[in-house]
């Protein structure tokens, strides 16, 4: 279990507060909210979604309910550097599947799984609109398009 | 702001759009008010839906204004709104987003209900894994969309529009967000749009990774706030929508087609593709083709045109296996089917559907069993659980699936996946779920035979199901015991310098061996 410490994160949750009532008034806020949780903290911790609920009234197994739907929402922090294959139709063709094996492989984690040194996590997208381009691999927010196999070992060897 | 004005912008600005063009002489072809694209590629297309894309500045509303934007909507103002529902009807535009639904038919029913607000919304969620043509009207051209969109709104008296795009695409909600604001600064948006009495603002709302939002009533449930489960269909959207009111929605492309209807008339649009099929459509060529990329092809045009004559061909010399159109509620249409029409009959004719455009090209090395596998898994996640024959047959289909790629299916299990399939289509509440066998469907009709070497021979001809592979060593082994080094589970033997052998009752089908044998001595079957 992760605990999620409000002195150390004492701004984020302040902003976030303000963020809340700024938009109290905007139809449907719920999913807008969830998601500013989400960037700013990078995942969604329990003690945040006790705080949405208290502070727009909505009961907690209503916002799980919602945030367990949506793929976006992770409950778990994840690693440093998120590491997304593309999976979609075009990337699979162009062997996607084997670009994911190996990310695994190399990190000896499951697809959905973070290295114990939180360092590392990988998750797949379904297309991320650079089909043209396939295989795509998006680490944070760098994207990497015609992506071989053989590059996981040389992209990994790269970030600090 | 007014339509004179708004003609300054016009006049002052064409002059430095075409400044600016001309310092790059060679990539466009400028005409009598009109602008296109240089290049092979661009010589069967015709582009209407993507007509500013890679021309003009995203970012600057004055070069949108420039190729004559918003003037449909200055001119609509002018007029009643049921013109504009004339226009689109007579046009006869369809929905790009899948089903195809006449986009006039649809802006009638919700003028025609009386309310104190009613919405439009944008389905900006495009979930077809494989295809991202609203990708790129929204980055190269989102004053399109908005504009579109306020004709919309004008036509069937709403003051309020949404915009849901998927969270995936952050440079497309970077330009709307740059777009509303400018459209807003320039009063094409907001209070009094063009001096007239007409109010629309669009909101944007994120989508959070859910293929089934892209489902029109599944999508409000998203923008309410709620889980993106669709609702029964006891209502038409037009009629009760998002928050009960009545609500057109529409895809990306859709709206993007009709600021040009609007400029240059039903007719003009008419005369352009097939008969049931007006217009244009934007098809994202993918795969195993020499030039992917999007291609904007009149309706009607056949499939080995678009894949050979402007994609040109397969790579490496390879023979073309089949094309998936529609994604994951699409189907796979073999090579010698290639003469097929792509428009929305046709499609649908031999089993496929036209879906948001995504054509993925296969060839020899793609295995049939494993694409609806790989469909299926899609399918499987993202079913919402709501309906019965969905959440759970789905599973059972994919369960079946993934024996024959194991080797561990029987030729019974043909039968059961067809009669599953039927089922399920017949028997889900939406759209993905009626539609999610239809990958299985399509092989399975057209390519039997590869359904039954899984099944009865265990065997791949693809070489895709590795678990079906076959490893063998010949006789050119040199003895260099690099296979044994590499085989993960030790069931290579021999000494060195002397022919090796594989024991394949231990072995895994990892291909190891085969990918480090420096004298191709590997033979897979
Ligand atoms: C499971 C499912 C997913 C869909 N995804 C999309 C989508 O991503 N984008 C889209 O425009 N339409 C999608 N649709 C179609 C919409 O329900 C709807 O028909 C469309 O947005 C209407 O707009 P149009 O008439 O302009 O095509 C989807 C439908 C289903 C059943
Ligand atoms: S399928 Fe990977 S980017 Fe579209």
Not at chain 2, 268 to 293: D, M
Not at chain 2, 342 to 350: Q, R
Not at chain 2, 478 to 507: K, L, M
Request: proline fraction near 4%; include cysteine.
């Amino acid at each position: 279990m992760f605990i999620f410490d409000f002195e150390e994160n004492k701004e984020k949750v302040d902003q976030f507060i303000q963020f809340m009532d700024k938009n109290r008034q905007m139809k449907g806020v719920l999913l807008p909210v969830l998601q500013e949780a989400q960037n700013k903290f990078g995942y969604l911790p329990k003690e945040i979604l006790q705080l949405i609920s208290s502070h727009l009234g909505i009961p907690t197994s209503t916002i799980y309910g919602v945030a367990t739907f949506y793929s976006q929402f992770s409950f778990v922090p994840r690693g440093k550097y998120s590491i997304s294959v593309c999976m979609g139709t075009a990337c699979y063709v162009n062997g996607a599947a084997d670009i994911l094996d190996e990310f695994s492989k190399v990190l000896s984690i499951n697809l959905g799984e973070t290295t114990a040194d939180r360092k590392f996590s990988i998750i797949e997208t379904r297309c991320v609109g650079l089909c043209s381009d396939a295989p795509v691999v998006t680490i944070n927010n760098q994207v990497y398009t015609h992506f071989k196999k053989s590059d996981v070992k040389h992209i990994l060897s790269l970030l600090p | 702001m007014n339509i004179k004005e708004l003609t300054q912008i016009r006049e002052q600005q064409w002059w430095e759009l075409i400044k600016r063009l001309n310092e790059e002489p060679f990539k466009y072809h400028i005409g009598d008010g009109e602008i296109s694209l240089k290049g092979e590629e661009f010589k069967l297309q015709q582009r209407i839906a993507l007509r500013n894309i890679g021309i003009i500045n995203p970012n600057k509303i004055e070069e949108y204004i420039a190729t004559g934007g918003y003037f449909a909507l200055a001119r609509a103002l002018e007029n009643e709104p049921k013109e504009v529902i004339k226009t689109i009807k007579d046009a006869n535009l369809r929905g790009r987003g899948g089903a195809g639904f006449p986009a006039g038919r649809k802006w009638e029913a919700a003028a025609y209900h009386e309310t104190d607000e009613k919405y439009v919304v944008c389905n900006a969620d495009e979930g077809d894994p494989g295809a991202y043509m609203d990708r790129s009207i929204l980055e190269g051209d989102p004053h399109t969309v908005l504009e579109g969109m306020a004709l919309c709104g004008y036509a069937i008296g709403a003051s309020k529009g949404y915009i849901y795009v998927r969270a995936e695409y952050p440079k497309a909600v970077a330009s709307l967000i740059t777009a509303i604001e400018q459209a807003k600064a320039h009063n094409l948006l907001g209070n009094h749009i063009l001096g007239s009495d007409f109010h629309f603002d669009i909101e944007l709302r994120l989508g959070a990774g859910a293929f089934v939002c892209g489902e029109s009533t599944a999508l409000m449930e998203s923008i309410e706030g709620k889980r993106g489960m669709p609702r029964n269909k006891e209502f038409r959207t037009t009629e009760r929508g998002l928050w009960g009111k009545p609500t057109v929605i529409n895809n990306v492309e859709t709206l993007a087609n009709i600021p040009p209807i609007l400029t240059k008339g039903a007719q003009w649009f008419k005369e352009i593709g097939t008969e049931k099929s007006s217009g244009t459509k934007v098809f994202a060529l993918v795969g195993k083709v020499q030039k992917p990329g999007l291609v904007e092809v009149p309706m009607g045009m056949s499939i080995y045109d678009i894949v050979y004559l402007i994609g040109g061909g397969i790579p490496k010399g390879k023979k073309a296996k089949a094309v998936q159109t529609g994604g994951p509620s699409g189907g796979c249409i073999p090579s010698h089917l290639f003469d097929t029409k792509v428009d929305f009959e046709s499609l649908e004719a031999v089993g496929s559907i036209m879906g948001s455009g995504g054509m993925v090209v296969m060839d020899e090395n793609d295995c049939m069993v494993d694409i609806a596998k790989f469909f299926l898994e899609f399918s499987v996640d993202e079913s919402c659980g709501k309906c019965t024959p969905c959440r759970i047959g789905n599973k059972r289909l994919l369960e079946i699936l993934q024996r024959l790629t194991l080797g561990e299916g029987e030729i019974s299990d043909l039968t059961k996946l067809e009669n599953l399939s039927r089922v399920i289509c017949q028997t889900s509440l939406c759209g993905l779920g009626q539609s999610s066998p239809n990958p299985v469907l399509s092989t399975l009709n057209y390519f039997y035979d590869e359904y039954k070497e899984h099944a009865q021979d265990k065997h791949c001809r693809s070489g895709v199901c590795k678990a079906l592979l076959r490893y063998e060593i010949n006789d050119r082994c040199v003895g260099c015991t690099r296979c044994v080094q590499h085989c993960p589970v030790d069931c290579i033997s021999g000494s060195i310098r002397e022919r090796h052998y594989i024991d394949a009752t231990e072995c895994i089908h990892c291909g190891e061996c085969f990918k480090n044998c420096p004298v191709n001595a590997i033979d897979v079957f």
